[in-house]
């Protein structure tokens, strides 16, 4: 009986230790760091509250401006133990949450020795700061104490002097970023990074300073990174200060990789160079309208670039130094003549009928499978970031006259979508949103509705909603209405 009671008080104990059993705790600009957290009592800074956090907490932060950065010399963070058990600080579902420190911070984020943290949903405002938004780095002198395993999503990183990420930690994860306005010399980028295994997925860049994404190891404290991952990006407007400026370069590692990208208005769009470079992969990029060179490759072994679309770029559409610059360089199954975009005034990279992208590409789906906006590749690969879709295919939705005042705004949008319509008298009612392809994205009403006029707000950027057209459709006890509108992210 005694060692029963034993065991039983150990388990006791164990689950009642910090971390094992998740929380839930809150910060708000009109709370008080003498309170316990809760939503009726939140903290006052979202320091405190992340002094509360163990491995599987979150921290929710409503509304406001908090004038305060996060860094592990002042702060105090722990670890989580895995993604399913990270620590996570996020701005409240469909909440403005902005940090933006006072003068004399270096950074709005600092991470150093911590791993398995998640940020989402936080506007980084570096205005004030002395040097980047974000710092992923190590502890004193040993790189090996270096943060990993931080993933920041939903995020908008803007405004300092230095970097938007400037780091070297390895398997990290930067997802839906708007990432903009940094840097005063073109040593200044919005992403300038160097790891093993870190993914950038899904991230407008523009009008940064210097490059847009800068993987080098001029920053990482190791003798080589591997297999950093860009993709689905939309990078543009970057090398704001000087000549300089690539959409993406991909610097000195093995490995990386950079696919299914939007790059435009830059000063050269992808560079495979310095460094030593070596079995870098460019895929299914869409590079237009660049200032330089579409492509360039120099210092840099076993590139391979297949299926981008290269275009009207103001240098080369493929720069390939071949000799002592750049060694074993295969290109194929690249298209450099027109190929038809729907649209280049509007930045619509889609593709028309008729265009010579449509079926000129090669299998890439052991690496991925598809494209920008989501699409499958299907058994016939297209050239560019876009699969071609028949523009006939949305219309495979049924659709009839929009006499129920279905209105969506802002259009195109940039984040949070609102739907506008009007029911007549009670009835079922069916909002549904559509993509391209015809496949339904979500339900957004299904179920009986009062009379009158309804708005109804939905997030879409937060359910990974990419760039592209889609189709609201309404349906009222059978009577049809439709809406195509435009997501910009």
């Given at each position: 009986m ?7 008080l150990?388990v006791?104990?164990l689950?009642?230790a910090?971390?094992?059993l ?5 910060a708000?600009?009109?709370?008080d760091?003498?309170?316990?957290g ?5 903290f ?6 992340a002094?509360?956090l163990?491995a599987?907490d979150t921290l929710?932060?409503?509304?406001g401006l ?5 860094n592990?010399?002042?702060s105090?963070?722990?670890?989580g133990?895995?993604?399913d058990?990270?620590i996570?600080i ?7 949450v902005?940090?933006r420190p006072d ?8 991470l150093?020795g911590v791993?398995?943290?998640?940020f989402?949903?936080?506007v980084?405002?570096?205005?004030h ?11 004193g002198?040993d ?11 939903n995020?908008e ?6 970097m938007g ?7 990290c994860e930067?997802l839906?970023?708007k990432i903009?306005?940094?840097?005063l010399?073109?040593f ?6 160097a790891s093993?295994?870190?993914?950038i997925?899904?991230?407008e860049?523009y009008r940064?300073?210097g490059w847009g994404v800068?993987?080098y190891?001029?920053?990482a404290?190791a ?7 860009a993709?689905?990006?939309r ?6 200060v000087?000549a300089?400026?690539c959409g993406?370069?991909?610097?000195a590692?093995?490995g990386?990789?950079a696919?299914n990208?939007?790059?435009w208005?830059n ?5 495979v160079?310095?460094?030593g ?8 990029n869409?590079i237009?309208?660049?200032l330089g060179?579409?492509?360039?490759v120099a210092y840099?072994?076993n590139?391979i670039?297949k299926n981008?679309?290269?275009y ?8 390939d ?6 060694v ?7 298209l450099t003549t027109d190929?038809?975009?729907v ?6 990279f889609h ?17 991925f ?8 590749r299907?058994?016939?690969?297209d ?21 129920l005042?279905?209105?969506?705004s ?13 029911v ?13 392809g015809?496949?339904?994205?979500r339900?957004?009403?299904?179920g009986r ?6 708005t109804l707000?939905?997030?879409?950027g ?8 889609y189709?609201?459709r ?6 049809t209405?439709a809406?195509r509108?435009a997501?910009m992210?």
């Amino acid at each position: 009986m005694r060692k029963m009671i034993i065991a039983v008080l150990n388990v006791l104990l164990l689950f009642a230790a910090p971390g094992v059993l998740a929380e839930t705790y809150y910060a708000a600009a009109n709370g008080d760091d003498g309170n316990p957290g809760t939503r009726g009592e939140p903290f006052r800074t979202i320091d405190k509250g992340a002094s509360a956090l163990y491995a599987g907490d979150t921290l929710y932060v409503r509304a406001g401006l908090y004038a305060e950065a996060l860094n592990n010399y002042y702060s105090t963070f722990r670890s989580g133990s895995s993604w399913d058990s990270a620590i996570t600080i996020a701005g409240y579902p469909g909440e403005t949450v902005t940090m933006r420190p006072d003068s004399g911070a270096s950074e709005v984020l600092r991470l150093m020795g911590v791993y398995y943290l998640i940020f989402e949903n936080i506007v980084m405002d570096g205005i004030h700061t002395d040097g980047n938004v974000v710092k992923i780095t190590y502890m004193g002198s040993d790189p090996a104490n270096t943060a990993r395993h931080i993933r920041i999503k939903n995020c908008e990183l803007m405004n300092s002097t230095g970097m938007g990420i400037l780091g070297s930690g390895d398997s990290c994860e930067f997802l839906d970023l708007k990432i903009h306005d940094n840097g005063l010399t073109d040593f200044d980028h919005g992403i300038y990074y160097a790891s093993t295994g870190t993914i950038i997925d899904g991230c407008e860049i523009y009008r940064n300073a210097g490059w847009g994404v800068h993987i080098y190891s001029g920053y990482a404290n190791a003798s080589s990174h591997y297999n950093m991952i860009a993709r689905n990006n939309r990078i543009h407007d970057n090398a704001r200060v000087g000549a300089r400026g690539c959409g993406i370069i991909l610097g000195a590692g093995t490995g990386h990789m950079a696919y299914n990208n939007v790059i435009w208005g830059n000063a050269t769009g992808i560079a495979v160079a310095y460094g030593g470079a070596t079995d870098i992969k460019v895929y299914n990029n869409t590079i237009f309208g660049n200032l330089g060179d579409g492509i360039t490759v120099a210092y840099a072994t076993n590139t391979i670039i297949k299926n981008n679309i290269v275009y009207q770029n103001g240098g080369s559409a493929i720069s390939d130094l071949t000799g002592a610059e750049a060694v074993g360089t295969v290109a194929e199954n690249n298209l450099t003549t027109d190929p038809k975009f729907v649209n280049t005034d509007s930045l619509d990279f889609h593709l028309l009928s008729g265009s010579p992208a449509i079926g000129a590409g090669v299998d890439l789906s052991s690496i991925f499978d598809t494209d920008f906006d989501g699409v499958a590749r299907g058994a016939s690969w297209d050239v560019g970031a876009y699969e071609y879709v028949e523009s006939a295919s949305i219309a495979k939705v049924p659709v009839a006259p929009n006499n129920l005042g279905l209105d969506v705004s802002p259009n195109p949008a940039m984040g949070c979508v609102r739907f506008r319509f009007g029911v007549p008298a009670a009835a079922k009612v069916e909002l549904r949103v559509y993509d391209v392809g015809g496949r339904m994205v979500r339900e957004l009403v299904s179920g009986r509705v009062t009379a009158g006029t309804r708005t109804l707000a939905w997030q879409g950027g937060k359910e990974g909603l990419r760039t592209g057209m889609y189709l609201a459709r309404l349906t009222v006890e059978g009577t049809t209405a439709a809406k195509r509108f435009a997501v910009m992210r």
